[in-house]
């Protein structure tokens, strides 16, 4: 294996890769990024058992791939990563200087690392699932920002971890919960497609970052995993087990309360009771009259904070509902509107957050209860 | 008590106090900032039993500070801090309402924190010791800075924790040493003086972080503390007890080696090295020969590394020294100048960085052995 490429698109694709490399794996070689020099192209892979990510280069102007022997190689993601990034080169080469001794140069500085042979990595299967559709990198991103916030961090109820995707006919409904809190996505598919998958929300996270723009990304799922093709770069994800519970009938239809406020007033209001959390979360008490409404937070231990709120309208009566100042503030963010529509049930209930014109977006709160 | 101030000033006077508050003291109390107010002036204090700093804010235009009533309350330091901080006001009011819960509010927002009665707090001898000089802001952060990043973060030698100041006549000498490094800085002050003190580093580094540019600083010493009166905050540290050793006879007089060289080319190529380091340290060997200088660095696990460096100018024959890389950055990155000279006495000989033009300041790195 010998070759050279430039170092700016070498790393980038380098660092976009090794993402799916893990050092926690009980397999070692899973902590390296597997080279392959063949007809023309190199393709780069890591995986775990949970996400894999190919991403395959083509010589072109831009990165000045040359190819001098083709082969392969394994390399430890995080010191290939390291090396290609302390060389102080425009061209970087590499190639096999005995066994799977690797040598990494450019300049008048030069790495030897300790690699593994190819074929001792695992054969990772990326087979295209016939089920597929196409979707624009902005729009996913968009679903994956309003909803896998919400997933659990704990492994309690590991459906509760990822977001569940559901389609049927044209639409695709995105649902994310973690008991406590719901957030739903409703987006139109441009064909008639039937899945219903739950995806990690970590996985969906590198998805993410993988998206530069408004590219085309098309979307393979199977029973068994996931696949976001974007660009060059091949992101195959693993399913979570089980049976994602039926939401639908906890969001209420009625409300009897109805406040509009500018999204950065009432993020600030929060906010600003914040100091007085425990572990990341505080309880914030809302209090509306049709003259008036208080955002409150008390510690026995702390103290207190008060402060006035000014709404764009409120209609309802007296109304005294407390929450999660985390779980608002996250919600709210989730967003991009500048003015969000909250709509209580009643103090015991849980209320959701609109935006005002657009409908795709629901989130939804369970109040706290307290004793005072 | 009741005052109001304009935040920014007030904030920044907070943020500059509560650095010497602990939540890790053994007396509750010492995690709060106490809030002196009489005779037109309000006073901060905060003090753990290693730092106390005190800053008097005479009312000015640009704090605004009204004194609406006289009074005292010690506030938990980042409660008062965040609650100062997240009100979006530009005129803070704090009053005492009720025993020691404070109210502290601007525009719509208050909080009420709950506080501690003013006499409950240790007073704090903050008496003025005869012996004292002057120095500029600049000249003492630079003497910190050339200092202070070699003191021993171990507490199993205290003396290697701070940085000893002895001064004799008009010269004042700087020297911090862990042992396997050391820094040395001579500076002539404007007064006779003696003294022989050893400040803890962390002390120090509050201090630096408290000049703001080339002002006047006047340092105060007696045998139990020294004091740093910089503007209107006194930082008074206490000192480490024991004797500092005697480290002249440990800089070396002649050399055999000597070469110069363009300050960031090495720190570049010591840098590539690093990411054979474990646990911060990583070792790098320079051979010398009068054509060529190679730096190079291994581990037996991941591989090695080997570059060539461009010196400006080399004397001496054939040299092979392995050291701490991070020592070598960290004391080359102590030097403004863009070349550094160093002087080798022999293969297993401390070895000295110096400044081309400026003889001031020394810094002494010992050799690692390594068995290849």
New interface residues.
């Given amino acids: 294996m010998k070759f050279n490429i430039k170092k700016q698109s070498f790393y980038k694709s380098l660092s976009s890769v090794g993402r799916a490399s893990s050092t926690h794996s009980p397999l070692p070689i899973l902590s390296g990024i597997k080279f392959e020099l063949r007809n023309n192209t190199l393709t780069l892979i890591a995986s775990d058992s949970n996400i894999s990510i190919r991403e395959v280069i083509y010589a072109n102007e831009e990165n000045n791939l040359v190819i001098h022997e083709e082969g392969d190689v394994v390399l430890?993601a995080?010191?290939v990563l390291?090396?290609v990034r302390?060389?102080?080169a425009d061209i970087i080469n590499m190639e096999i200087i005995d066994g799977a001794?690797t040598r990494i140069s450019g300049?008048?500085?030069?790495?030897?690392?300790?690699g593994t042979k190819g074929d001792q990595y695992p054969i990772i299967d990326f087979t295209k699932p016939e089920k597929q559709f196409e979707i624009s990198g902005s729009k996913l991103s968009e679903i994956i920002s309003q909803t896998a916030f919400v997933c659990s961090t704990s492994e309690d109820r590991p459906i509760f971890t990822g977001v569940n995707f559901k389609a049927n006919g044209t639409t695709l409904n995105s649902v994310a919960t973690d008991s406590y809190r719901l957030a739903k996505k409703v987006v139109e598919l441009p064909v008639e497609i039937d899945f219903n998958i739950s995806v990690p929300a970590s996985n969906l996270y590198e998805v993410q970052k993988t998206i530069t723009g408004d590219e085309i990304i098309t979307i393979a799922v199977s029973d068994k995993l996931v696949q976001f093709y974007i660009g060059e770069t091949l992101i195959q994800s693993r399913l979570i087990d089980g049976l994602f519970p039926d939401v639908n009938r906890l969001i209420p239809n009625e409300y009897g309360f109805e406040l509009v406020v500018k999204k950065i007033d009432l993020i600030?209001?929060v906010?600003?009771s914040?100091?007085l959390k425990s572990e990341g979360y505080w309880t914030v008490k809302l209090e509306a009259t049709p003259d008036e409404i208080i955002i409150s937070s008390k510690s026995q231990?702390?103290?207190?904070?008060?402060?006035?709120l000014?709404p764009i309208n409120y209609v309802g009566g007296n109304l005294k509902i407390s929450f999660s100042g985390k779980y608002l503030i996250e919600a709210l963010k989730s967003f991009k509107s500048e003015t969000v529509k909250i709509m209580f049930v009643g103090e015991m209930q849980a209320f959701v957050i609109r935006h005002p014109e657009d409908d795709s977006i629901v989130q939804l709160i369970l109040p706290l209860r307290t004793f005072d």
């Avoid at 300049?107 to 300790?114: F, M």
């Fill in positions: 430890e995080r010191y390291e090396a302390k060389l102080d001794l300049n008048q500085a030069e790495y030897n690392i300790n600030n209001a906010d600003r914040s100091f231990e702390i103290g207190s904070s008060e402060e006035i000014h």
